[in-house]
């Protein structure tokens, strides 16, 4: 090794060291830092300003989304931008159409208990709940009810929508991937002061050759989700949520405990 | 420990029969509560509802199917500390939850 690239190595050493000190440094209990509390305060946003996103803001953030974990570095991703609002609202039409289509044979909230009607629309729930049980969950299901009735919106008329496309051929689980460069790119927009949500129901979408070919989803491409991105409207950020705790089970020294 | 049993996981829970379906709960404090509206435009399950006299009007859980996912957006966006989940949903068979504990904040230490 010469010297100058000994010193440099050098230099990289002590800076992994000035790193790992600052981590001991934190005590149990001591506050939290900038970029977890940016995890806790970040909120699926609904309500957008009209305002546009400039361009460069999207890419910077595209950006941050390109150096995402992925299995293998595959990479399993492509993204889409739309910033067309007919075209978003074309987009939102769609699906709350096809939203309308799914709850009218299978919504059997609509009915009277003890009704034929009733009967029926369990009846062919449960059939479709063999055939796809996670889209008919209770909370998707009452979403879906509530977008028919015009209660609710899919893509809550954002200025831009993100569509992260999955590469079916990835390496492993693509759909993790996809998870993982959609979560750099909210965290990302969080950042900059932008709201995002992510839209799973945008995936009506890819089962729709017109929309296929007006996105340009091809093979081997899929639509799996969709991110609305905009200015936030309001304050909805003020505050911590609270979520429940969950299980872990913790072992260490041989021995297995379970804390919450 | 819980786990589901082959016959609970073909069991789908039917949504407006409260034996079955348990929605998230919210706890509504009606003095911090000034009726600004804020939380049933965030509401994403179209739950809450502001009414009641005139002149005190404030944030009152809708009547009939309840649709609440225990996000708690409406006690992050409230600006005088007035609403906040209790419990979170729950189904019976497929959709039970399984190993969850409270509700809780983010916690520095536990």
């Known amino acids: ?29 001591d506050p939290w830092n900038t970029i977890e509390d940016a995890f806790l305060k970040r909120r699926s946003i609904r309500k957008f300003k009209k305002k546009q996103v400039p361009a460069h803001l999207i890419r910077r953030i595209l950006e941050v989304g390109r150096f995402a974990p992925s299995q293998g570095n595959c990479q399993p991703w492509k993204f889409v931008v739309v910033r067309d609002r007919e075209m978003i609202t074309e987009m939102e039409n769609f699906c709350a159409d ?40 209770p909370i998707p ?16 008329h954002p200025p831009t929508v993100i569509i992260p496309l999955m590469d079916t051929r990835g390496i492993g689980h693509p759909e993790v991937d996809l998870g993982i460069v959609g979560t750099n790119i909210i965290m990302a927009a969080h950042s900059l002061g932008l709201g995002t949500c992510w839209v799973g129901l945008a995936s009506f979408l890819n089962n729709s050759p017109e929309w296929r070919e007006r996105l340009g989803v091809e093979e081997p ?16 950020m003020q505050n911590t949520v609270s979520r429940e705790t969950h299980e872990t089970l913790w072992i260490e020294d041989g021995i297995k405990d379970l804390i919450y | ?35 600004c509206k804020m939380c049933t435009i965030i509401c994403p399950g179209n739950v809450l509802e502001v009414y009641g006299p005139k002149h005190d009007k404030k944030a009152r859980i ?7 996912l225990s996000c708690d957006n409406c006690h992050a966006i409230c600006e005088h500390d007035a609403i906040t989940i209790v419990q979170a949903y729950d189904f019976v068979g497929r959709y039970k939850q399984l190993n969850r504990g409270a509700p809780s904040q983010p916690r520095l230490k536990y």
Request: with cysteine; aromatic share 8%.
């Open chain 1, 221 to 236: 491409y899929s639509l799996v989700e969709a991110i609305s991105v905009g200015y936030v409207l309001g304050k909805p």
């Open chain 1, 98 to 137: 096809m939203c309308r289509k799914i709850n009218g044979p299978l919504d059997y909230t609509a009915h009277k208990k003890g009704t034929f009607a009733r009967w029926r629309s369990e009846s062919i729930l449960k059939l479709f709940a063999k055939w796809q049980p996670s889209t008919v969950h």
């Open chain 1, 1 to 29: 090794m010469s010297d100058i690239a000994k010193e440099a190595f050098d230099v990289k050493i002590a800076g992994t060291d000035q790193q790992e000190s600052k981590t001991s440094e934190i005590e149990e209990g």
């Open chain 2, 62 to 68: 809708k009547e009939g199917l309840s649709l609440c």
């Open chain 2, 1 to 35: 420990m819980t786990l589901l049993t082959k016959k609970e996981m073909k069991r789908m829970p039917i949504v407006d029969d409260a034996s079955e379906a348990q929605f998230g709960v919210v706890a509504i404090d009606l003095d911090k509560c000034n009726g």
């Open chain 1, 141 to 156: 299901f009452g979403a879906v009810n509530l977008i028919a009735k015009n209660r609710f919106k899919v893509f809550h």
